[in-house]
């Protein structure tokens, strides 16, 4: 049994090092010099809510890496809508954008009005009355946000979205593993699988109401799908040797897979309705982690046919493998941008393993982060942000960084060591 999780490892080219327990904070690391300067003042009314709506959307969008939110102790005013604001006082702050608004009870629920104002020009962009029940405000924050943040920018707002990503506590033999799945901003952190045994390589469905990964709980590594709501699953493959790197198609229909049922691990895909399987490389090297590009008509992979891991794109339905990495001798876990203009990966450079962006057609590749020891990335369903797994002084952490490397954060995670997070689509 270890030496077949051994050899599994071996074969998801992953050179993952022991994470400890993660912070419990939103920390932001490192500001984008380009960030629009915006306050969001806090809710009139809301000092009795059992959660700061008002800082959950600062939060937010400071973590884009679009916005600098204003501190509340250099806010001069506190308005609570727009007739209130003197627009005088928050351009003398450099302020871009406001966000104003109140919260009143109306039962057991609480409505919420806001609005967002254009400081320069003094006219209201945006104004909605937001009902939520206490348990909802969290959500509620984030629908918010989302609105404010797709306003300003043109872009899909992502905060509503959820993660997904393993833990470990524990030692050798006693070690527990567990799937969580919790909010964007890693709040709500809930466990929907434990096991004594490695649970690796969860993978989003289209609709966000599954996951796939791997786990090993038979003695042997399988592929799960599991609905989250429910908490029901099925096993999709159990073959001999490595079944590994399951990741949904963006119909939904398919699975994407690394198995080495005949030999080496290869890239296969398994339509998941009647469990057909269609073995889509055939080289001798190891070729694992695939990801479907956003059109489904390809896919990316990691492959070691060159001596060491590069990432390859293969047309579905005919023709070979192209190679598309070339710059150092590491780049692994290639995930595609929504738009599929670039892919995200692992680069290895001078200082260790981290994040990195390259463009497809171009191949300038940019390092994103300025860490060690960088694994596992996963993009936002609107491409502004993309999280991974890294170290921070010996605690293992969730990270995020923008999609220009701008700006960077970290998140809180469940305790244990940290690993393998992916970012879901968007809930509808």
Known sequence: MKILKTTWLAAMLMLVTSLAQADLTIEITRGSDRATPIAVVPLADGDDLPQDIAQIVADDLERSGYFEPLERRAMFARPSSSEEVSYGEWRALDVRYLVVGQVSREGDAYRIGYELLDVTSGRRMLGENVTSQGAGLRDAAHYISDQIFEEITDIRGAFSTRIAYVTSTGLGDRTQYALHVADA???????????????????????????????????????????????????????????????????????????????????????????????????????????????????????????????????LGGGKPERITFTGDYNARARFAPDGEAIFLIHRGGNGYQVARQDLESGRLVALTDSRQDESPSVAPNGTMVIFATQQGGNGVLGGVSADGRASFRLPAAQGDVREPAWSPFLN
């Open 185 to 315: 901003d890693g709040r709500n952190s809930q466990q929907i699988l434990a096991s004594d045994e490695p649970i690796m390589s969860p993978s989003w469905s289209p609709d966000a109401g599954k996951l796939a990964y791997v786990s090993f709980e038979t003695g042997r590594p399988a592929i799960y799908l599991q609905d989250i709501a429910s908490g029901q699953r099925v096993r999709a493959t159990s073959f001999e040797g490595l079944n590994s790197a399951p990741t949904w198609s963006p119909d939904g229909r398919r699975l994407a897979m690394s198995l080495s049922k005949d030999g080496q691990p290869d890239i296969y895909v398994m339509d998941i309705g009647s469990r057909n399987i269609e073995r889509i490389t055939t080289d001798s090297s190891i070729e694992t982690e695939p990801a479907w590009s956003p059109d489904g008509r390809s896919l990316v992979f990691t492959s070691d046919r060159s001596g060491g891991p590069q990432i390859y794109r293969l047309e």
